[in-house]
């Protein structure tokens, strides 16, 4: 297999694979780990320190998927495989960022995804088992057809505005406010809103205790039945399931 880089007409190249990631299940196993090395764009850009790993990312939205308070509306077990699935060709291409910021339009950027996939998948014998497996689940997420991948995508929004939260709080970044603005307002699930709802709430508390100034609001868009002014844990439902007995005293 060549080491030269892949890339498609009009579209940058992508970095240069190791050796080491080219040949088998080994090789897939180490491109793997270049997901564990490469760092989220948008915080290298504004001088996070120790910024997460594409990896780190992925991990936090599967928990996530298993935090979710029932079982009846969506497969959680398709979910957190579309968790740490959706960002898997960023392992070849890096994680690109949004035009605007990259120069690199969306088609350019799925073509150099949909490249890197082929590649990865190819290790596995495709089209082997494991190798269709994760094709698909790739496709689902980028397809965002089923009830399960836009789940996953509120949830990749989500866990951004987190760790960008947690950024300000760790690091007193105070220049990520168009994080904010460009995906609490996309998320759609009721369940993941009320979260968002929470966890911009306790944003707007913490500048308040640190006097910091300038404050701008971001919320979630209203649900369909209108409700947007309910107190945010009242949108996080926790159901208990099976008969939990009070003992006697």
Known sequence: MSTSPSSTNGTPAAPEVPQDCQEG??????TL???KTNKRTGWVNNGIENAESIADHMYRMAMMCLAF????????SKCVMLSIVHDLAEADVGDITPEHASGVS???KLALEEKAMERMVGLLGHPSIASLRLKSLWEEYEARETPESKFV?????FELCVQAVEYENSQH??????FFETTVTRIQHPVVKGWARELMAQRRTKWAERRWENYQEIMPLPDANGDA????KATIPV??????????A
Request: charged fraction near 30%; aromatic fraction near 6%; charge should be negative.
């Open 173 to 178: 970044c105070k220049t990520l406010q168009g």
């Open 106 to 108: 969306k088609a350019q």
């Open 153 to 157: 995508k509120d949830l990749d929004l």
């Open 229 to 232: 002014a309910a107190p945010a």
């Open 239 to 248: 159901r208990v399931y099976g008969e939990h007995p009070q003992e006697d």
């Open 33 to 35: 780990e270049r997901l």
């Open 25 to 30: 299940v080994l090789g897939f196993f180490h």
């Open 69 to 76: 308070p029932e079982t009846q509306s969506l497969d959680i």
